[in-house]
């Protein structure tokens, strides 16, 4: 069965893109700060710098933050048949299926947060 390439086809520059390229290609040549540069441009220093991070992260070819941390989901094998009642220092989540999630104490609010979000999606 053929593959579908993952690999997409990059955008065509925008005007602001090429402009902001332009002034980085200058900074490299003339040297000195981006502070300094951006202020004699009269550009806020964090919109040049946004976009050095993100023309090199493209040149790179590493994904976009929000595409790098899309949840991924692994098989599970569910052992036993009824769930261990919930410890002094845990949490119970019921989804709106029903199905419960026992929470220790300490997870990492991120990851438990991504979590419920994908089961409830799948429920």
Known sequence: MPTRSTARTPPTPTETERRMRALLDELERKGGTLAEFARR???????????????????????????????????????????????????????????????SRGVDLCFLQSLVQVLEESC
């Open 41 to 103: 441009r009269g550009i806020p220093r964090g919109r040049l710098g946004w976009w050095r991070w993100e023309l090199r992260r493209r040149e790179s070819g590493r994904p976009r933050l929000r595409e790098s941390r899309a949840p991924s989901l692994l098989p599970v094998e569910v052992m036993g048949g009824s769930e261990p009642p919930p410890g002094p220092a845990d949490l119970v989540i019921e989804l709106r299926c029903g199905r419960r999630i026992h929470v």
